[in-house]
């Protein structure tokens, strides 16, 4: 199985700051990379597929970026509504595995 | 709209069964895979189970396999979990979610609410 390990596991940010979280896969997964938001006692809810395409109707100040094993995940400017979980999703090969997530306050 | 409904959760003790059901509407049903992903109290996601749009190939995790099967109905926009031999270490919330295509190595775009299943002796 594909290990996808996320950093950092929390972070404390403030409103208006830059968000990053990195996910490193076990192997190469090309652009197989998908980003889910989980707010507290909610459903995930995908971000950005193929490692930085934005789904419809998710704001601009979300963005992925990467390829291969090597992947980022941006907030431009953290807002209140933000906080919440992340995780990386690999999508390369069965079984399909997710990072430990980020935890983002 | 997409509507993704989970149905079936509940208490069972280890060793026992439940079937999980999850009916979908708001998309043409029998062209996307459906997948199972559960969620451990306070733990990540973890994939379960997935299935084609022809629910003819089905997919488990290592730590499901032989215990746990999928099938659908595309007739009636349903996919159900046949959760056998359980242990107390399937507790956990099961979300029911669409692919984006019709191969379960896909995007999951869309998400149910999430059924509980509890087990326990």
């Known amino acids: 199985d594909i290990q996808m390990t996320q950093s950092p596991s929390s972070l404390s940010a403030s409103v208006g700051d830059r968000v990053i979280i990195t996910c490193q896969a076990s192997q190469v997964i090309s652009i197989f990379l998908n980003w889910y938001q989980q707010k507290s006692g909610r459903a995930p809810k995908l971000l950005i597929y193929?490692?930085?395409n934005l789904e419809t109707g998710v704001p601009s100040r979300f963005s992925g970026s990467g390829s291969g094993t090597n992947f980022t995940f941006t907030i431009s400017s953290l807002q209140p509504e933000d906080i919440a979980t992340y995780y990386c999703q690999q999508y390369n090969n069965l079984p399909i595995t997710f990072g430990g997530g980020t935890k983002v306050e | 709209e997409v509507q993704i409904l989970e149905s079936g959760g509940g208490l069972a003790q280890i060793g026992g069964s439940l079937r999980l059901s999850c009916a979908a509407s708001g998309f043409v049903f029998r062209s996307y895979a459906m997948n199972w992903v559960r969620q451990a109290p306070g733990r990540e996601l973890e994939w379960v189970s997935g299935i084609t749009s022809g629910g003819g190939r089905p997919f488990y995790a290592d730590s499901v396999k032989g215990r746990f099967t999928i099938f659908r109905d595309n007739s009636n926009n349903m996919v159900n979990l046949q959760m056998n031999t359980l242990r107390a270490e399937d507790t956990a919330i099961y979300y029911c979610?669409?692919?984006?295509?019709?191969?379960?190595?896909?995007?999951?775009?869309?998400w149910g609410q999430g059924t509980l299943v509890t087990v326990s002796s």
């Open positions: 193929g490692a930085s």
């Open positions: 979610a669409k692919g984006r295509y019709g191969d379960p190595k896909s995007e999951l775009d869309h």
